[in-house]
């Protein structure tokens, strides 16, 4: 990880909740892979900027510049100024001889799905993606037409449930921090009753999204519960095996 700086270009408003800022990079940016994402602190003119980063999650990559999908909330401006932090975290890992992708968006926007979809898409493998609760508000004209979308109800069930689960080579799934140990956990039974064998290495992954205080690993506030050695989303995620985490 190191520090640059970007400049947004650009500001799409998505929805009520949503929007896009295109961002010029320079080429120590240009190798972020799904899953890393930058650790963004805006400058301001008079040269203050606040302490806390925030997360951005990039959703498309091109010659000299960064799309990052954000909530609405902070207030920017083209040609402002952020520095960044990057990348935080290791790129989601893929099984290999993956021919079929299952993603689940249990009340949570799917916004750190779309370019790995897009990866993944661009390499022949197809993708399923489930929407539940808030997942289901997303614009769903953002994803390439491609993308099997199913949806889930108020129990996190889906048509063909099991079907689904059983024909996936790998599984990502994703919640909000209140809802993760809850959901993961479920699902990871599921997937435990529904395989004879046992569940391979990254099989099923769940990715994990804590408000992130340094980002580097040195305050260890965002350590996820394993059976072994400690992991902490900030280095290790945010895409997590679900076979390492201690689920309570």
């Given amino acids: 990880m190191r520090e640059t700086q970007v400049i947004i270009e650009r500001i799409r408003r998505l929805s ?11 080429r120590t940016l240009a190798q972020i892979r799904p899953g890393q994402s ?17 997360q951005w999650i990039p959703v498309d990559l091109r010659p000299g510049r960064l799309t990052v999908e954000i909530p ?25 001889n993956l021919q079929h ?17 897009r990866t993944l898409l661009g390499g022949g493998v197809s993708v ?17 037409p491609e993308i099997e979308i199913l949806r889930s109800d ?31 956990g479920r699902l990871y ?21 804590p408000r992130l ?3 580097t690993g040195a305050c260890q506030a965002c350590e996820v519960p394993s059976h072994h050695e400690p992991l902490l989303v900030c280095a290790h995620g945010p895409a997590i095996d679900l076979k390492k985490v201690l689920f309570q």
């Fill in 16 to 26: 009520a909740d949503l929007q896009q800022l295109d961002l010029a990079i320079d």
């Fill in 189 to 209: 039974d599921t997937i435990t009753q529904l395989r004879q064998h046992a569940i391979p290495d990254t099989y099923v992954c769940g990715l994990y999204y």
């Fill in 101 to 117: 992708m299952l993603m689940i968006a249990e009340d949570a926007l799917p916004t750190p799905f779309v370019q790995i979809a």
């Fill in 128 to 144: 399923t993606l489930v929407l539940g609760g808030k997942a289901t508000l997303y614009p769903l004209e953002l994803l390439s």
């Fill in 38 to 54: 930058l650790f963004a602190g805006p400058l301001q003119a008079d040269g203050w900027h606040p302490y806390l980063r925030e």
């Fill in 72 to 96: 609405t909330g902070p207030m920017y401006t083209p040609g402002q100024v952020a520095s960044v932090l990057a990348p935080v975290g290791e790129p989601i890992p893929l099984r290999a």
């Fill in 213 to 215: 205080a340094c980002a």
């Fill in 154 to 184: 108020t129990d996190w069930k889906w048509p063909d449930q099991v079907e689904t689960l059983q024909w996936a080579d790998q599984v990502l799934v994703l919640a909000p921090t209140y809802l993760q140990a809850e959901v993961y």
